[in-house]
Nanobody, 128 residues
Framework: QVQLVESGGDLVQPGGSLRLSCAASGFTLNSYALGWFRQAPGKQREGVSCIGNIDRATSYVQSVEGRFTISRDNVKNTLYLQMTSLKPEDTAVYFC?????????????????????RGQGTRVTVAS
């Protein structure tokens, strides 16, 4: 059974940092397209960052480029999102997602909300 469990969400001040984790079970991350998307109150879901499973290239939405870093640990079977220089507009519930279809992502393109599997989300609040 495929399962994704996020953790690491918290209340943090503007300019602060957080690392989100997504522990996977029931499948191996290495062969899946992976990503994070977020849902803020009153806003549409937004793909934040993706890793393709064709070329392993990463993609970020423009608003987080240079501040967020997606990575994975194949030994721990865990996906991460390192977030720095956080802004109030980063406040949202963050979801990790995975898809077995072969995918490659273009510049600033990350349709993670459309992936086959997703976790339950972890809340990030950026406020002073």
């Amino acid at each position: 059974q495929v399962q994704l469990v996020e953790s690491g969400g918290d209340l943090v001040q503007p300019g602060g940092s957080l690392r989100l984790s997504c522990a996977a079970s029931g499948f191996t991350l290495n062969s899946y397209a992976l990503g994070w998307f977020r849902q803020a109150p009153g806003k549409q879901r937004e793909g934040v960052s993706c890793i393709g499973n064709i070329d392993r290239a990463t993609s970020y939405v423009q608003s987080v480029e240079g501040r967020f870093t997606i990575s994975r640990d194949n030994v721990k079977n865990t996906l991460y999102l390192q977030m720095t220089s956080l802004k109030p507009e980063d406040t949202a519930v963050y979801f990790c997602a995975a898809d077995p279809r072969r995918m490659r992502f273009g510049l600033n393109t990350c349709p993670a909300w459309s992936f086959t599997f997703r976790g339950q989300g972890t809340r990030v609040t950026v406020a002073s």
